[in-house]
């Protein structure tokens, strides 16, 4: 017998399907929206290369909790909000990676350069992450991603959940909060 042909179901039909146990459904599910999964992870993560990996765990992610999905919304659109979410968690991964290599490269630079130069560059930097640590949620977010993780306004307002305007105002609006935290004495916040 021929194997059947899943792309003449629409997708609450597949789904359908694989809740009754066709995991080809689900791969047929996932090949449909696999271009858009695709751009939403790399919008979110700011990396091409990464988006595969993200998409691909997502995808396992969306196959086990498809027991959640309600109708609510389409099939799409949930099966691309599980790939923003785990882009968020990986952005949030990379953050804590980068604090971590910094911390690395930090205790390098102490090694290998004069005492007084780490010694100055330990103190500018413990200022900065004591004057982010006073701000508000919402304002280390938006420096997070524009500045940490290198976002753009679009990015940073997936990411966020936010207009690409209330980015801007935002980012605005914590860095000059950061300036105050810092008493305007610090020259990395122009």
């Known amino acids: 017998m021929p194997p059947l042909d899943l792309t003449v179901f629409d997708d609450d039909e597949l789904v359908a399907r694989v809740r009754s146990g066709d995991r080809d459904a689900f791969g047929a599910l996932v090949e449909r929206h696999q271009r858009a999964a695709l751009r939403v992870a790399a919008v979110i993560s700011s990396s091409t290369e990464e988006a595969n990996d993200i998409v691909q765990d997502a995808m396992v992610k969306a196959y ?31 953050v804590r990676r980068l604090r971590r290599d910094d911390r690395a490269s930090a205790r390098e630079l102490r090694i290998t350069t004069g005492a007084d130069t780490a010694a100055f560059d330990r103190i500018e930097h413990e200022a900065l992450a004591d004057a982010l640590g006073r701000l508000g949620a919402n304002d280390r977010a938006v420096l997070g991603c524009r500045f940490v993780a290198d976002l753009s306004e679009a990015e940073t307002a997936t990411v966020l959940g936010i207009a690409s305007g209330t980015v801007k105002s935002r980012t605005s609006r914590a860095l000059e909060r950061l300036r105050v935290e810092l008493g305007g004495e610090w020259g990395g916040v122009s």
Not at 83 to 88: D, G, P, R, S
């Open 64 to 94: 086990r909790s498809l027991d959640t999905y309600r109708g609510t919304s389409s099939v799409r659109s949930w099966m691309l909000r599980v790939v923003a979410n785990e882009a968020k968690n990986h952005v949030r991964g990379r």
